[in-house]
């Protein structure tokens, strides 16, 4: 897996990025991550580079100083970091992930998760990267669980949509791509608000107020870092057999509701719990939700490509550990 090349800098000038090639021999293939400054990107950065891999990560609003800025809904922009970088892999994790702001912000939302897929899986194509599309279980219904990769979708709301027709635009493109979809995600955040699991934190805390949780909704939260590994798993495998390719799900096994999540949060912590009360009935949201989009993930662990997922308690303590009162003064800064 190893090869000599010369090593990629990214240097900063006012109002623009050069990428500058040095004359150091380093090993490693070369990975370009959008949305690294996300929650998924930033554990897939991690993954990569611990695994010898040469990492270009890019971000948007919050790239700079340290990562290269790159808005990916502008198509001379993306062809020319590809052009420049010329990756071996691309993880495309850059997306609106928020349903509620999809239905709000249609178009833009539109432009990242379907028109900038696109021109990424035209670009990755004619360069002859391999293409790893992060997709969610939101394209399926949630009706008629559990889903395999074969089963068809029907997204409930405007998300889900989105990121089918990028699913569709990817393979469509890149036929040679990987579109790997997850559920809902959590693992090391900047602030508890940055994932709906670790957001339940506010909630377990507010002890003195009772607090109504989601108890209809089923959810199978994963850790993000288990996902970046599957998607170093995947990108090294499908660089020596081109037959690993189309759509693969992963997931955790450990189906939860919000309540219970939030109670096995308190309990992690040896919180109260008894103020959280479970709501049985579909929340009222803008965006309407599959009840249980369970993805079957047989095909990545038939060919070995899976990874045994974290428990959700320990996986969680790990992530919210640095949200506790007397461990503030240790958060870390992820990016
Ligand atoms: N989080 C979940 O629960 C979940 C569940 C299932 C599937 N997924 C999928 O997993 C992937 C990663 O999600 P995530 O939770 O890591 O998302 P996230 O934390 O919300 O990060 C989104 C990323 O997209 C970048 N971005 C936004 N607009 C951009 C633009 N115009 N050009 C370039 N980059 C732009 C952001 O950069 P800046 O912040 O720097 O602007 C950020 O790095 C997504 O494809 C999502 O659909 C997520």
Known sequence: MSRAGA???????????QLVQEEVVVPGLRVLVTGATGLLGRAVCREFQNNGWLVIGTGYK??????????????DAV????HEYKPDVIVHCAAERRPDVVERHTEAAVNLN???????????????AFFLYISTDYVFDGRNPP????????PLNVYGRSKLEGERETLRHCPGAVVL??????????????????????????????????????????????????????????????????????????????YEMAVAIAQAFNL?????????????ASALRPVNSRLNCSRLELL??????????????????PFTPDKRWRQTVFH
């Not at 062809?79 to 590809?82: A, K």
């Not at 379907?114 to 002859?128: I, M, N, P, Q, Y």
């Open 147 to 154: 889903y395999g990769e074969d089963d068809s979708p029907n």
């Open 79 to 82: 062809r020319g970091l590809l």
């Open 181 to 258: 979809r997850v559920p809902v995600l959590f693992g090391e955040v900047e602030s508890v608000t940055e994932s709906a699991v670790t957001s339940l934190w506010l909630k377990v805390q507010e002890a003195t107020e009772s607090c109504t949780l989601d108890h209809c909704q089923q959810r199978f939260p994963t850790d993000a870092r288990d996902v970046a590994a599957v998607c170093r798993k995947l990108s090294e495998r499908a660089r020596q057999d081109p037959s690993i390719r189309g759509i693969f799900h992963f997931s955790a096994k450990e189906q939860m509701t919000k």
């Open 114 to 128: 379907v028109h900038a897929t696109s021109t990424l899986a035209k670009e990755a194509a004619a360069c002859g």
């Open 62 to 75: 919050r790239a700079r100083p340290r990562l290269l800025r790159c808005d990916l809904t502008d198509e």
């Open 304 to 321: 070995n490509l899976s990874v045994e997922p974290r428990p959700f308690t320990s996986a969680i303590t790990d992530c919210l550990w």
């Open 272 to 284: 109260p719990s008894n103020h959280l009360i479970p709501l049985t009935e579909q929340p009222a």
């Open 7 to 17: 090593e990629l800098r990214i240097m900063f000038s006012p109002g623009r990025v």
